[in-house]
């Protein structure tokens, strides 16, 4: 079991900001696992499009789409965040 969360406009395409899924097999890494979900279709294709600005974690820390993942992870999705 893998914790996801949705924070900002991907938790506002989606209506939830976080979902508790089993790992399906082969989904061993983030970009394994956002693909996963974007065959999902309809908003969870739009909302985690490869082609969109995107930001990701691991367990709290910025992850890349090659960052492993296993059992007891969180994985979250975040727009890019700016500040000033």
């Not at 893998?2 to 395409?13: G, H, K, N, Q, Y």
């Not at 097999?25 to 974007?38: I, K, W």
Request: hydrophobic letters at 45%; glycine letters at 10%.
């Amino acid at each position: 079991m893998i914790t996801l969360r949705f924070f900002a406009s991907v938790r506002e395409s989606l209506g939830t900001s976080s979902e508790t899924i089993v790992l399906p097999a082969g989904v061993d890494t983030v970009g394994a696992l956002r693909a996963h979900l974007v065959r999902r279709g309809g908003a969870w294709e739009q909302a985690l499009a490869e082609g969109r600005a995107l930001r990701m974690a691991c367990n709290q820390v910025m992850a890349q789409p090659s960052t492993a993942i296993a059992d007891g992870c969180e994985v979250a999705f975040f727009p890019p965040v700016t500040g000033g």
